[in-house]
Every structure is written in C-alpha cells, then in structure tokens.
C-alpha cells in the first residue's frame, strides 16, 4: 500500500502531467465540484500543453507511470482526486491523460489499477457533459478480466525502448507510430543489397547555404529560414536559471543547439520529443556562454499580470526540416549575416500573430506546411516571436 500523498505533492503530480506550472490559485479552482455543467474552456486552458499523440505518451511512460503512481495512491481510498465529488481537476486530468491511457497495455493499466478505475468512471461520465469534440475525449478501452496476480508499478518497463514499443510479453504494443519521413527505410535490406547499397549510394549532402543576395522586390518574411523541428534533448542552462538548452533537428547532417526563455512557461517535460517552428538564419547569439544557432517560435498572450507562453506547432506527418512559407511571398532564404545587419526579423516581428482560428500568421497570411498551416493549442490574438 503506497502512502497517501499530500494536497501539494498531489498537485505537483497533476502538475507534471499536464506539463504546466500549477499555482496555488490554480489548484484551489481545479479542485472546485463540477456541478451540473463543465468550464471546459478552463479545461482547455489547463491541458493546452498536455500530450496528445499516443506514440509521444508512449515515449514518457516512465515518466507519467512516476506521477501517476501518486494519483493511484490518493484515489484507493476514494473515488476522484477532490474526495467524493466530481471536481474540475478530473476533468483536466482525464483529457490530459488520454493518450496516456490509449498508449498504456494491460499491465500498466492493472498495475495503476486505482487510476484505471478512476478514469474509465470519468470517461463515461464526462460524455454526459458534452465536452469539446477538440478536447478528443473519446472511450479507452479497458479489460476488465483482472489477472491472477496483479502486476506492481515496479515490474512496468518503458512501453518505447531503445527496439521501439514492446508489451508486457515483449511482443510490439498497439501503439501508432509517427508518420515516417521521406527518408526513413520501410523494409531491411537483405545483406546482398546493402552491400550493393553501399558502392551506390551517394554521399549525403550539405545543406547549402543561403543565398547572400536578395531577389528584387523579395518581402522581409520570405528571406527568413523558417522550419519544422523536432526536439530531441533539454537540459537547464548551466549559468541562468531561466533558460533551457535544447538539441533540436531540423533536417541537418547534426542537431542544432537552441537556448530558449521558457523555464517560467512550461517544464522540460513538454518540451522532449516536441514538434517546434524555428526560426534557423538568425546569426548565432552566445547566451551566458552556450552558442544559440536558432529561435523556437512561440506565441505569448499578457492577461494582467500573467503571461501564457505556448510554441508554434506544425501539423502530423510534415517531415523534420520542411521549410514553412507564406502564399504571395516567394523567394529564397538569406544568410544570416545579412538577416542581421538588414535587421529583417526586426521589421517582420510585429507582424507576426495568432488569429481567432489560432493560426500562426504573417500580416494575415498564415505559416504553411504541405501538411497545412502551423497553429496553437489555445492562445487566439497573441503576439509571436
């Protein structure tokens, strides 16, 4: 039997898993009773950084086993997080955990057996409410045969390893995998052909550089190198306690490092494994002694004294280093010596927001991929850079 946690170690769990900083203001209203309607607009505000795809909730499953370890302990004794009432901290957590539940096999879901109960009881009665179809509440299967003996949280293994996502039998799990890129390999070759593969295939190459000239007439907006990446690491920043440091690959030969100010935003944890937009022709800047080769674009939005920072997100499937464009502005990148003394990111900055449908846009023209436009989670009207 696993002690009970407190009040405060109860919300840093719900903290971590919704990859958001809870204030003391915040918990007090997540644990006010629902009553006979839902503010599924707070709802929506509080799982704007949660995870939503189930291959990335597979990838940190250690992670949310951890914290949801603490929720299985405060729900044995009762049936939701506030006590005997339905309160907005389940419905947070309910949508901000259903591609955890999605993802999860049956042994993670019986070894958390209390968190399982809790939320297949949630799910049923959440779609009373009426939620959001946005908020993608749908049913998550649960078997309800339990086994003989029932499987402890110390015995889970990560659901995504270094062979990719296993089951409790070490088979592959049901877990979606994320749309490969053009450059990913379906089948293995057999030996003979990657031998032939070998003497044939060309060596990769650089990424050339941009253009230094600017095409006549070119608006400020398509001479910057914008691109779709992929955050691949985070650390703290060893000398600014407000900074992170992150490797990033946005379609190079090696990952970029990018030293971002969102420490006061979001944790480390909604950052891993992230799609991002990044701005990549900036001239490298040196950030309290770690060179930046790049800038992760984000929209922020001031209410009083607070501020809500939340990053640009391209769509599924567009592959890591796709250049983002903007219809009616052709032309080519320049390079970033020039970015810099023409001050182009400077004169293009105030024209960058999000619109009412959160549409990442420039003067209007909204931020395109192949696979359609760059967004936000929540944030309409916000300013980005």
């Known amino acids: 039997m696993v002690a009970r946690a407190s009040r405060d170690e109860l919300a840093k769990a719900m903290g971590a898993v919704l990859f958001s900083k809870l204030q003391v203001t915040d918990v007090s209203k997540l644990f006010e009773a629902v009553g006979a309607s839902a503010d599924w607009g707070a709802v929506a505000q509080y799982t704007r950084q949660a995870i939503r795809s189930t291959h990335a909730a597979a990838t940190l499953s250690t992670l949310y086993v951890k914290n949801l370890a603490v929720l299985d302990g405060v729900l044995e004794p ?12 389940d419905l947070v957590c309910h949508v901000a955990l259903s591609a955890v539940f999605a993802s999860f096999d049956d042994e993670h879901k019986w070894a958390l057996c209390n968190v399982s109960r809790w939320f297949d009881m949630v799910q049923h009665m959440v779609l009373e409410l009426e939620p959001p179809s946005a908020l993608g509440c749908d049913l998550i299967p649960f ?6 003996i029932l499987p402890v949280v110390s015995s889970l293994r990560p659901l995504v390893g270094a062979a990719g996502p296993t089951g409790a039998d070490g088979a592959a799990a049901a877990v979606p995998a994320p749309p490969p890129t053009a450059s990913a390999p379906v089948d293995a070759p057999t030996e003979k052909a990657q031998k032939k593969e070998k003497k044939e295939k060309p060596k990769k190459e650089k990424p050339t550089a941009p253009p230094v000239a600017a095409e006549a007439g070119q608006s400020d907006i398509s001479k910057l190198d914008i691109r779709v990446g992929l955050i691949i690491s985070v650390e703290c920043h060893p000398d600014a306690e407000k900074l992170f440091v992150e490797k990033v690959d946005v379609g190079e030969e090696a990952p970029r490092t990018v030293v971002s100010g969102l420490v006061e935003y979001m944790p480390a944890e909604a950052l891993l494994n992230r799609r991002a937009v990044l701005l990549c022709n900036l001239k490298p800047a040196n950030m309290r002694g770690v060179t930046s080769q790049a800038m992760v674009l984000a929209a922020s939005k001031e209410d009083g004294e607070s501020r809500t920072v939340e990053l640009l997100s391209p769509p599924d499937g567009v592959p890591v280093g ?11 990148p320049l390079a970033p010596n020039v970015i810099a003394k023409k001050k182009v990111f400077e004169a293009v900055a105030p024209l960058l927001a999000t619109n009412q449908d959160r549409v990442a846009v420039y003067d209007g023209v909204p931020f395109m991929t192949t696979g359609g436009p760059c967004t936000v989670a929540t944030l309409a009207g916000g300013n980005i850079k």
């Not at 009762?78 to 901290?89: P, W």
């Not at 078997?143 to 003989?148: F, I, L, V, W």
């Not at 796709?322 to 080519?332: D, I, K, M, Q, S």
């Open 78 to 89: 009762q049936m939701f997080l506030a006590g005997d009432r339905l309160s907005t901290a």
């Open 322 to 332: 796709e250049r983002v464009l903007f219809e009616g502005h052709p032309g080519e």
């Open 143 to 148: 078997n309800y045969e339990a086994p003989e």
